[in-house]
């Protein structure tokens, strides 16, 4: 098992400003060998349900996705930005195709039982969910598969999954076949030691180190979910994990890009 496989996810803030967004579909489309791209919506549902009077709901800064606000983020993930993604980077000479999880039945979900919060048509995914054949198809083929935020249960009901949960899971269903980076990309530049200095990435992180810089309050709030999920997916057999800035995705070969999450 010696081919790479890129699974790169592009948080909101990149969908959400279409210079930036353009900069990296271009350095995306220019990474060499085998890709997937999985992206959100950032704050595009939440505008366009304003203007149809919908009122975006939250709690702790999770989406509640009631009926109205499916359709919404179905249209919008779906339909709108992940054709835009895809219309992009086909730009830059980049053969995407863009998918859903319904698409080719390649990722299902059960929806979220309801508990102390109701966060209504959510998806979560079980392990084995993920079609790893149907994918690796379509890559041998030469596709790049774009996948937005939107899955399914296998009994026709949509449901909205959360992006970062998406990318892990297709990196370890793919890990078995390839030898798999997944990367994260956002508005900083990796792990900061110091959160007021944006050039204090730090390089690699190994499980052990990990306990400690959250012990020190390195690493804190956001980052600890984030980081936890990285060395799960580790875990179960992707290679590394890299966060970083997605201006700097063509620094990602020569592994100077953010920070590095390995085993």
């Known amino acids: ?94 053969n995407a195709i863009g998918l859903s999880g319904a698409d080719g039945n390649s990722i299902r979900v059960v929806k979220r039982p309801v508990n102390e919060i109701d966060y209504g048509f959510v998806g979560d995914i079980l392990p084995g969910s993920v079609d790893a054949d149907a994918i690796a198809a379509l890559l041998d083929i030469g596709f790049v598969p774009v996948f937005s935020a939107i899955t399914h249960d296998g009994h026709g009901q949509l449901l909205n999954t959360n992006a970062d949960t998406i990318a892990s899971a297709v990196a370890v269903a793919l890990s078995s076949r390839y030898r798999t980076s997944l990367v994260y990309c956002f508005e900083k530049r990796g792990v900061l030691r110091d959160v007021n200095d944006e050039y204090s990435a730090i390089a690699e992180i190994r499980a052990g180190e990990f306990e400690d810089l959250k012990a020190s309050g390195i690493v804190a709030d956001g980052m600890v979910p984030k980081l936890h999920n990285a060395f799960d997916a580790i875990a179960k057999g992707v290679d590394e994990v890299c966060i970083g800035h997605a201006d700097d995705l063509h620094l990602l070969r020569d592994q100077q890009f953010g920070t590095r999450m390995i085993r």
């Open 1 to 94: 098992m010696s081919k790479r496989l890129f699974v790169i996810k592009i948080g909101g803030n990149i969908i959400d400003h279409p210079e930036g967004l353009n900069r990296f579909l271009e350095r995306f489309a220019s990474l060499r060998g085998d890709k997937i791209l999985v992206h959100g919506g950032g704050k595009i549902a939440t505008r366009m349900a304003a203007d149809l009077g919908i009122e975006a709901k939250l709690v702790a800064g999770r989406r509640i996705t009631d009926e109205p606000m499916l359709r919404i983020v179905t249209m919008v993930y779906a339909g709108l930005t992940n054709k835009q993604v895809v219309a992009g980077l086909q730009a830059y000479g980049c």
